[in-house]
């Protein structure tokens, strides 16, 4: 497997072809999510060919933004299928990260180690301090598509995410859910002052 070349590939292509609309689901996002995931992969135990795989569907998991708004994971496990061969990854391998990735939609639904590893990466910030600025891009993104109009949509909507999210691993269980209950109770304060 030639991670690196696999790697150097999405990464220019999800820089020279994301919309400028995606002040989210961005490049940016992409790579805080691969050093989450590499993170988490190491405080869990994760051995080398496993963090390869975890590593690479952390790289890929939102590259579907590059074909589609809508059910973008089935369209990432599209260009790791058609990309990922030509750098020796095997059809076993592929079929893991592409559970990988489909486990991260929402609702995430991950049924392994690395599944649970990656849908914690993809979601680490809603326990970090940089949750409201973070945030904040996802804010953008979704006015930008027509999906909320107002900040109070999104504050109601972010009360909801969190009051129903949970982190799947020991570590995000540990280092981030406390920090995480303190920025929903920081929303609905925002919802009770009509923010």
């Not at 989210?24 to 050093?35: C, G, I, K």
């Not at 504050?155 to 920090?179: A, I, M, V």
């Amino acid at each position: 497997m030639d991670h690196r070349a696999a790697k150097e590939f999405i990464l220019a292509k999800l820089k020279a072809e994301l919309p400028s609309g995606r002040t989210y689901h961005s490049l940016e996002h992409t790579l805080d999510v691969y050093a989450s995931a590499i993170d988490i992969g190491e405080r869990e135990g994760v051995g080398e060919e496993d963090m390869v795989l975890l590593r690479t569907a952390a790289l890929f998991h939102d590259a579907g933004f590059l074909l589609q708004d809508l059910e973008h994971e089935e369209a990432s496990c599209r260009i790791v299928r058609e990309h990922l061969p030509r750098w020796g990854f095997s059809a076993s391998q592929i079929d893991r990260i592409c559970n990988m990735i489909m486990a991260t939609r929402i609702p995430q639904t991950p049924h392994d180690k690395l599944s649970r590893i990656l849908c914690d990466a993809d979601l680490d910030y809603l326990g970090r301090d940089d949750f409201f600025q973070v945030g904040e891009g996802l804010f953008l993104e979704l006015k930008a598509y027509g999906v909320l109009r107002t900040r109070r949509e999104w504050n109601e909507l972010q009360d909801k995410f969190l009051s129903h999210h949970h982190y799947h691993t020991r570590t995000n269980k540990d280092l981030r859910e406390p920090r995480k209950k303190e920025h929903l109770e920081e929303v609905r304060r925002l919802l009770r002052e009509g923010d």
